[in-house]
């Protein structure tokens, strides 16, 4: 059976699909037959960021129709190829994304749920950044979760800025979950290369550090603010401020 992970976006603009790609991607380069049902059912986001846009043939509401069976609502990967997309696409049943994985459960090894087909899934990750109304929508997320009865994980901080965290302008991952009260399961970095739609190298080692913690290994948290310090750091810095 697959480890089925639910990732929460805290607020809208956090990177809870992206997460989920990054995630995907680097899991299936590791070997592990990963699928990512795309919760967004008007856009298909997780189809976007991944590169898999109109590659579907079915969605989660043709299965739900009838129309074909909940494996031919997957879309393969054309790079990654232990990589699969299930879109939601068009359908309004919460019911239906998670009888689809539930069908489809002994084909792969991690399912990531982006917001959808909570019931389903064994533990649940809230994806957050560190700004303050991030925060504390994380905080309201990790409540209902736990009233909920989710096994809440912890929380992915995205987006950090190692040049903010040097300079006291930003809380740095770890203070974020000790307010929160809740484990820190990743720290992903700031970049703005990703909005293009470009997965460089530089994040991709972050999470290859996301994915080692998630299969139970031990792995440090980066510390961000030390590529700050120094006259380097301070430089560093300086081109910050003029982009």
């Known amino acids: 059976m697959a480890e089925k992970i639910y990732l929460e976006g805290a607020k809208g603009g956090v990177g809870c699909t992206t997460v989920a790609c990054g995630l995907g991607m680097t899991l299936s380069a590791a070997g592990e037959r990963t699928l990512i049902l795309d919760g967004d059912s008007r856009c298909g986001s997780a189809l976007s960021v991944s590169g898999c846009t109109g590659m579907q043939v079915f969605t989660v509401a043709d299965y739900q129709r009838g129309a074909c069976r909940a494996k031919q609502a997957i879309v393969q990967h054309p790079k990654y190829k232990n990589l ?139 510390e961000f603010e030390r590529g700050y310090s120094g006259a380097g750091g301070f430089f560093r810095k300086k081109m910050r401020e003029k982009i």
Not at 115 to 122: E, I, M, S, V
Not at 157 to 180: F, T
């Open 84 to 222: 699969y997309i299930m879109p939601t696409l068009g359908c309004a049943d919460v019911a239906a994304p998670e009888d689809a994985i539930r069908e489809v459960d002994g084909l792969f090894d991690y399912i990531l749920c982006d917001g959808t087909a909570l019931k389903a899934c064994k533990r649940a990750i809230i994806v957050t950044e560190p700004y303050l109304p991030a925060i504390k929508a994380a905080d309201g997320a990790a409540c209902r979760l736990k009233d909920g009865g989710a096994r809440l994980w912890g929380i992915i901080v995205n987006k950090v800025n190692g040049g903010l965290i040097a300079d006291g302008r930003e809380n740095s991952p770890e203070d974020i979950a000790a307010a929160l009260n809740v484990p820190l399961v990743a720290a992903l970095p700031e970049d703005l290369e990703l909005t293009l739609g470009q997965w460089r190298p530089y994040s991709l080692k972050y999470y290859r550090t996301a994915v080692a913690r998630i299969r139970g290994r031990q792995a440090k948290i980066p």
